[in-house]
C-alpha cells in the first residue's frame, strides 16, 4: 500500500471525529485499492457499533419501563445500561484512535 492509501485507510478511522458513517462510506465507493476498501469496512462498522449500542439500551429501558420491575431495579437498568454505552463508545473511540495511528506510523 502506497503512502497516499495508507492516508486514506487511517482518515477512515479519524472521521469518528467528522462525518463518521460518510467518510467510510465515500471513500468505500471512491477509492479502488482492495486493503483500503476493508479499512472503510472496519471503520464503518465500528461507527455503527456505539449507535446501535444505545437504541439496544434505549430499547431495554423502555421495555423494563412498561414492565412490572420495581424502581430500584428500573434505576439499575437504566444507569447501568448508559454505563454500557458508555464504555462501549469510549472503547470503539479508541480503538479507531489506534487504528489510525497504527496505519500513520507504517508510512
Do not use: C
Not at 8 to 23: C, G, K, M, Q
Amino acid at each position: 500500500m502506497d503512502k497516499t492509501n495508507k492516508v486514506l485507510a487511517s482518515i477512515n478511522y479519524f472521521s469518528v471525529f467528522f462525518a463518521p458513517f460518510l467518510l467510510p462510506i465515500a471513500i468505500y465507493f471512491i477509492v479502488d485499492h482492495s486493503e483500503v476498501k476493508q479499512h472503510a469496512k472496519k471503520a464503518l462498522v465500528s461507527h455503527i457499533l456505539p449507535f446501535l449500542s444505545i437504541i439496544a439500551v434505549i430499547g431495554a429501558i423502555i421495555f423494563s419501563g412498561y414492565s412490572n420491575l420495581s424502581e430500584a431495579a428500573f434505576l439499575t437498568v437504566f444507569f447501568g445500561g448508559f454505563i454500557i454505552v458508555g464504555l462501549i463508545n469510549l472503547i470503539v473511540f479508541i480503538w479507531n484512535l489506534v487504528r489510525g495511528i497504527k496505519l500513520l506510523t507504517m508510512i
